[in-house]
């Protein structure tokens, strides 16, 4: 498997510091949160992207996601401007060559029919320049819907190759969905898995891999040898937790051995 680790670890980090440490601690890949506080979004130029492609080339790191906060099934979010956004992130990840795009659901309280409708109808229509791309848009286990069978009720609509799924381990236990489930059902457009850790349902704060509840070692037991796997450490809305640099080593480590235990 190939390990990558998510920016939203470490907020405001230069991408350069970022691939850096990257080579360093033995991760293959990044995934850049694209945010306008963060150093890598939609709004930067092309002399800035040409200068983040040369930093991961320079460190021979993959550039994996331009993990973007576009709420694809939301009822709030007029539809200029989210197919806006949606194009902002596409051309995002096409300049600086990342394999996807990252949305969320973000459906609210509405009902779960109109959510999954308004959202399967977006990334259909956003499939197209995905595809003359080269990109895939990954719809995130997350919020309105938290479980590979929520996300598959929008996926399956969509039926199209350049959209699919990123599998959050966390959302889909916190939605009581169990690992084999999960992966049985995001299988057919599954682009890759975000782990990491924390002590309970009630108490999110982001830790070391294997200091918490989760079932890491099930999930990845259930992966082709070639996955992605992306450490996505919340340090970013948890600033108490402990600095994510010093424990990225031993995470991969830690995952290492998992995969090596599952086989």
Not at 138 to 164: C, F, I, K, M, N
Request: with cysteine; hydrophobic share 45%; aromatic share 6%.
């Amino acid at each position: 498997m190939k390990f990558a680790f998510s920016t939203l670890g470490v907020p405001g980090m230069p991408i350069s510091e970022v691939v850096t440490l990257a080579s360093a601690t033995g991760y293959q890949g990044v995934e850049l949160r694209a945010h306008p506080e963060e150093p890598v979004h939609p709004g930067i130029n092309t002399a800035e992207r040409a200068e983040v492609v040369d930093d991961f080339k320079r460190a021979g790191i993959e550039l994996l996601t331009v993990a973007g906060y576009a709420r694809v099934a939301s009822a709030e979010v007029d539809e200029d401007e989210l197919r806006q956004e949606l194009d902002g992130l596409l051309w995002l990840a096409r300049d600086l060559g990342a394999s996807f795009v990252r949305v969320f659901p973000g459906g609210g309280d509405q009902d779960p029919a109109d959510a999954d409708a308004t959202a399967a109808r977006r990334l259909g229509a956003a499939a197209e320049l995905a595809a003359d791309f080269g990109v895939r848009i990954l719809l995130e286990t997350h919020d309105s819907h938290r479980t590979g069978a929520d996300a598959a009720r929008v996926l399956g609509p969509v039926g199209h190759p350049q959209v699919g799924a990123l599998w959050d381990v966390m959302h889909t236990w916190l939605g009581g969905e169990d690992p084999a489930t999960s992966r049985a059902v995001l299988a057919p457009q599954l682009g890759y898995v975000q782990v990491k850790d924390i002590a309970s349902a009630q108490d999110t704060t982001p830790l070391a891999l294997g200091a918490g509840v989760l079932p890491l070692g099930e999930c990845l037991a259930l992966l082709d040898d070639d996955s992605w796997v992306c450490w996505e450490y919340e340090k970013r809305w948890y600033p108490q937790a402990d600095e994510l640099p010093g424990l990225l080593e031993a995470g991969r480590g830690y995952l290492e051995g998992l995969i090596a235990r599952g086989r």
